[in-house]
Each structure stands twice: as C-alpha cells, then as structure tokens.
C-alpha cells in the first residue's frame, strides 16, 4: 500500500482530520503524522532542525500531504524523498506558500490544493446574501430592533431572484457552484474572469462578458474573486457608479478587492442595496459608516464555517488521494496557470 504523510502542527491535526477520513485514508493507504510547528497559513516555517526532522520522516512516502506548521517542500525536501509523487495542500489559499512549484514539476510530482473546501459553504452564503439584499432585509431587521415592526414591512425592495440577470466577477470553484445554486431560480448567468478558457462557458451554462458589462446591466453582482496583486483594489469608484438603481451588490470573497470608500459613497446614495460578508479593513471598525447604512446587510466573515466539527479540507484531499492511487486523474491541481493567476501574471 502507498503511504502518505501528514504534516501540521498539532490544532490541524486535532481539528481538521477527522477519524472517519483517516479511516477511509487508511483503506487504501498508510499514513504518519509528523509534527511541526511555526508559520501561518501562508507561511511556512525555515527552522532548520524543523526541516531535518521532515526530511527523516518523509523518505519513503508515496505522498505528503502539508498544512500549517509544515516547512516548504522544496527541492532539498523531494530529493531526500525517491518514492514521492504527489504533494497535497490542505489550506493555503491556494497560493501554494509550503510546496515548491517549480521543483515538484522538473521531478514530475503531482501537486493539488483542497482550499476550496471553505469556497462550497461559502457559496451557499453567497445565495443567503443575494436573497437579503434583493429583500433589502437589512433594513426591515434594523427596524424590528428599533421596535418598529410596522415599518419593517415597508421597507423598499428590489424584488424577487427569479428571472433576474446575475453577473459574477470570478468564477472559480466558489463561482461554479454558486451557479449550481442558481439555476432552480431560473436567473441569466454573467461571468467576468479573465482566466477561464473559453469553452468552459458553454461547458457550465454562461455569458463569458467584460466587468462593465457586469456593473452596467446585471440586477445582482456577486464577487467571488480571490485576492490577488492583480484583483486588489480592482472594484473603484468607476466600476462602482456603473451599478444601476435598484440593484444589488454582494461580496463574499476578499474585502480588499473593492476600494471601501468608493463602496461607501456609492451605498449612501440609497439606490442600491448591498450584502457583505467582507470588508477592508477586517474587523470593520466600530464607527465605519458601513455598519449604519440602512441598504446594507452585513455579516462577519464566518460563511466558511459550517457548524460541523470539521471542515472539509481533508475529505476533499482523501478523495484525491483515492483518485491517484488508483490511477485516476486528480480534481485539484496546482498548476503553472494557477500559479500565474495566483502571482497576478
């Protein structure tokens, strides 16, 4: 059987392991826990005596699979490891930060990333947001807590989701299924993401279009983009006053991708309404104007959190492992064009 080694400090291994994953891992491989800690999700540690350590632990392992505490995977690491031939990261961002592209593809190893595990649940908050802000639910809420529950009905709303025309801004794996979401809602599906290959439009069901496009003519613009060098800062005052009265704008990805006060000055117009489940800076500080803009619903980033005792991280990494080994291709590689995307290329 291959054996796989896992490599965290011990909150990963306590928290995001669960035993009935480590139980199907195990019926078709064998597994180690190394220890190590230090770093941060996108960081990795450089201590030395960290590193030999890995690099004991990790000689004869088909695969390993990395989180927070683990040093990189780099050259020196794979070398010292002959039978190696997939790298796993659990959550990463997928930016990568404990894996060493460039030195896993020159030996032919396999890299995946299983971050996408918070983008599914994420997804469905998006379609929460949607709905609230359409309702313009915010402000029917703030009135019942003032005591006025009369007043919360008569609040102005920007109707129902079905039939409206939604527009995304990304579409990775948090943007395809929110649009598996959305068609029971029978909406008309926009997407802008410069990245995706043209036939995947067709393949999931949508108009490939321009951000302006998206901005000027959709009733809900959604942003699930990730922050990049190149997404940072890339919703301005001019994408923003492109928005047309009486719709909605929702933001589930990174606040840092809108300018905050550009957002501002747009809401406080009153013609539209917003859902936000992220804002620039995080926490939002107490007196920001954003908190007491009656069109605006906001929640604390915590859409990635699901309730259940573990995320799902590594029952998506289990299912790759289980794809590779048997001889199957991977869902979730790490690749040079995510690298690029992921680099703001």
């Known amino acids: 059987m291959p054996k796989v080694l896992l490599a965290s400090n011990k909150r990963i291994r306590d928290s995001y392991f669960p035993p009935e994953e480590l139980a199907r891992l195990e019926t078709f491989a064998t597994w180690d ?8 999700i996108y960081e990795a540690p450089r201590d030395p005596g960290t590193i030999a350590g890995l690099i004991d632990c990790i000689g ?14 780099d050259a020196e690491v794979m070398d010292n490891a002959p039978n190696l031939k997939l790298v796993g990261e659990l959550e990463g961002d997928r930016f990568a930060a404990r894996i060493d592209l460039d030195a896993a593809w020159e030996r032919g190893i396999r890299t995946v990333d299983t971050t996408q595990g ?9 379609l929460a947001l949607i709905l609230i802000a359409l309702r313009n639910a915010g ?7 003032a005591g006025d529950t009369i007043g919360a009905k008569n609040r102005d709303m920007r109707g129902m989701l079905f039939g409206k025309r939604v527009g995304l801004i990304g579409c990775g794996h948090m943007g395809r299924r929110l649009i598996s979401f959305l068609r029971p809602f029978n909406t008309d599906i926009w997407v802008y993401d410069p990245y995706l290959s043209r036939d995947i439009a067709e393949i999931v069901g949508f108009t490939q279009t321009s951000m302006d496009k998206i901005f000027s003519e959709c009733d809900v613009i959604v942003c699930v983009a990730p922050l990049t060098p190149r997404t940072r800062g890339m919703i301005g005052k001019r994408e923003l006053d492109l928005i047309q009265s009486g719709s909605a704008f929702v933001n ?22 917003a859902g936000l489940e992220v804002f620039d800076p995080e926490p939002i500080p107490s007196d920001s104007e954003i908190i007491h803009l009656p069109n605006v619903f906001l929640s604390p980033h915590f859409s990635g959190h699901t309730g259940d005792d573990y995320p799902h991280f590594f029952k998506l990494m289990v299912d790759e492992l289980d794809r590779f080994f048997q001889g199957h291709e991977t869902w979730f590689d790490l690749t040079p064009q995510s690298q690029a995307n992921r680099r703001g290329d």
């Open 33 to 40: 826990w190394f220890e190590c800690e230090g770093g941060n």
């Open 60 to 73: 004869d392992a088909d695969a390993v699979v990395v989180c927070s505490g683990c040093p990189t995977i």
């Open 252 to 273: 589930v990805s990174r606040g840092a991708i809108v300018d905050s006060n550009a957002l501002i000055e747009r809401l406080k117009r009153g013609d539209i309404t």
């Open 139 to 145: 402000a029917a809420f703030r009135h019942i807590i």
């Open 118 to 126: 918070s983008s599914y649940p994420v997804a469905e908050w998006a």
